[in-house]
């Protein structure tokens, strides 16, 4: 009996609970939650967590002066190769024979070449063609190396045993001399230089890739996706690619640098743009007649070259120490 006249009084209880009177004369609504039971709040927690992180991230790039002046390095090489008449008034082909040869002033910054034109100007435009050169073979690499990899790593057998063989037959041939025969093969010019460049990039990327999904996809999360359903194209989308993207951004950057270098080598070598357009290889090339008298003709265009790579390779560093 008591049990009878419980239930009711609960019930009742209950009700009033859920619908008690809101202070406006109105009925309260019932709490609201989240898809999986969580406050309304939580949107604004995460994104507030999201940026504490990228605040830290900030103080602890500050905190490292070298990798801020390597990051504005790289910056100005970036916006000098997409807006170049930003930084100079100078025509990069105008010839002025009455000032050839002169050494760096405020005027010329890096000095004039033999026929009178300005060496940075020349520099600044160079950086057009090399830096889309060098954009051209990283992202071929990237994507053909994230194929390689992925499959490979994830699907194992005989296809990780046939594609691991070759990649090891790649890296075992110096990337310089794979890129002189392929673009021989090809041609000259600042595509077939893109394509033999990536070719010899594509392996690094493809065992960092295939070394990352193997350690991801043997995880408990892996699992418990596989268990609860996922199909596995999903957890190759969902799990396995975002969270084996840190170490290929780092060799990202870091092959940034290589490929420039690679990339001024074979302009250097006569294999990139025909005259006049400048590449950063081509103009220390011009330079060589020249330094004994002239050497700043070689001399700043390779020094700048050297800075930008040495930039690269820090930032690459500095990313894999923050991501520990």
Known sequence: ?????????????????????????????????????TEPA???????????????????????????????????????????FLFTHYDPYATVPVDKLKPPSLAHLFG???????????????????????????????????ALGVVTGFFGGWIDVLFMRFVDVMLAIPRLLL???IVTALGFGTIPISIA?????????????????????????????????????RIL??????????????????DFGVAILAISALSFLGFGAAPPAAEWGTLIANGRNFLI????????PGLFV??????LNHISKSIEELQR
């Open 112 to 146: 004039t070449d033999e026929i009178g034109r300005d060496l940075f100007t020349r520099v600044l435009y160079g950086s057009t063609l090399t830096i889309q050169a060098t954009l051209a073979a990283v992202s071929i690499a990237i994507v053909v190396g994230l």
């Open 237 to 254: 989308f969902r799990h396995i690619l975002p969270n084996s993207w840190g170490p290929v951004f780092v060799l990202a950057v870091l």
């Open 306 to 311: 050297g800075l930008v790579v040495f930039s």
């Open 197 to 233: 460049v990536a070719v010899g990039i594509v392996p690094g990327f493809a065992r960092i890739t295939r070394a990352e999904v193997l350690k991801v996809k043997n995880l408990p999360y892996i699992e418990a996706a596989r268990t609860g359903g996922a199909s596995w194209l």
């Open 1 to 37: 009996m008591a049990l009878d006249t419980a239930l009711p009084r609960s019930l009742e209880e209950a009700e009033e609970q859920t619908f008690s009177p809101h202070p406006d004369g109105g009925a309260a609504p019932a709490p609201e939650h989240g898809p999986r039971g």
């Open 42 to 84: 939580a949107g604004p927690v995460a994104g507030h967590g999201r940026r504490d992180r990228l605040a830290r991230t900030g103080r602890k790039v500050l905190r490292r002066p070298g990798l801020v002046v390597a990051i504005l390095l790289v910056l100005f090489v970036i916006v000098s190769a997409v807006f170049p």
């Open 293 to 300: 008298t002239s050497p700043w003709l070689s001399l700043l």
């Open 179 to 181: 890129a002189l025969v």
